[in-house]
């Protein structure tokens, strides 16, 4: 079992919905980042999280420490948001900055 | 401009060759990280160095070794290409080690073993 879970994997959503990415964890952190990946393959960083809350736009980003749990949320979501969502999470302590990747939520967007 | 650039993009070989990639960030950073994102996308560290001392070594077969000219370059050599190397590559860096903001990444180099 992964030390990062994503779900869910596919998301096929219409263009205005709301969508949630949802990420759980089994080790302790100290930071949690949310990538996105467009099919191009460029891999950019969207939010590192330690803790509440980030908006950025229209995306939201939620981590809850004591469930090791947290969320991606995009509003009014647009096909240019079609992309792979990954959740990454750094261990709590760990002398470097080592990252732990979830499998990915791929998001499609229809027109 | 590109903040993390990588060289070649795309490495098209034959199983049993030697191949490098090259990475350079102008980003000023202490630290650098190779990943390996296999088929299913899946993204796993390989290495990582700060200030071109190693600091992060997973278990990665020895055909792969690492090398930091410099700070702001971090090359990986892969000896004996296998079938099973064939991957998308991802270099990347951050302010340092322990820090907490973001890591930046290149553009990924596709190998594909032949």
């Known amino acids: 079992k992964n030390e990062v879970e994503q779900s869910p994997q596919n998301l096929t959503a219409q263009e205005g919905e709301f969508i949630t990415i949802n990420c759980s964890y089994s080790v302790g952190i100290s930071a949690l980042h949310w990538l996105q990946q467009h099919p191009g393959g460029g891999i950019v960083s969207l939010f590192m999280?330690?803790?509440g809350k980030k908006k950025h736009g229209r995306l939201i980003a939620t981590i809850n420490i004591q469930e090791k749990h947290s969320s991606l949320h995009i509003t009014a979501s647009h096909p240019r948001d079609s992309a792979v969502y990954i959740c990454?999470?750094?261990?709590?302590?760990?002398?470097?900055?080592?990252?732990?990747f979830g499998t990915g939520t791929l998001l499609a967007v229809q027109p | 401009d590109t903040a993390v650039s990588q060289t070649p993009k795309y490495l098209v070989t034959q199983m049993g060759n030697d191949k490098s990639i090259k990475c350079e960030q102008n980003l000023g950073h202490d630290t650098m990280y190779w990943y390996k994102q296999d088929s299913k996308k899946f993204l796993k560290i390989m290495f990582s160095?700060?200030?071109?001392?190693?600091?992060i070594n997973e278990t990665v077969p020895n055909r792969f070794s690492p090398k930091s000219p410099d700070k702001a370059h971090l090359n990986l050599h892969i000896n004996s290409l296998e079938l099973g190397d064939s991957a998308v590559y991802f270099c990347?860096?951050?302010?340092?080690?322990?820090?907490?903001?973001?890591?930046?990444f290149g553009p990924g180099t596709r190998l594909l073993v032949l």
């Open positions: 160095y700060n200030n071109k001392e190693l600091i």
């Open positions: 999280l330690s803790s």
């Open positions: 990347a860096s951050s302010q340092d080690p322990r820090s907490t903001e973001t890591q930046y």
């Open positions: 990454a999470v750094r261990y709590y302590g760990g002398a470097t900055n080592k990252l732990i």
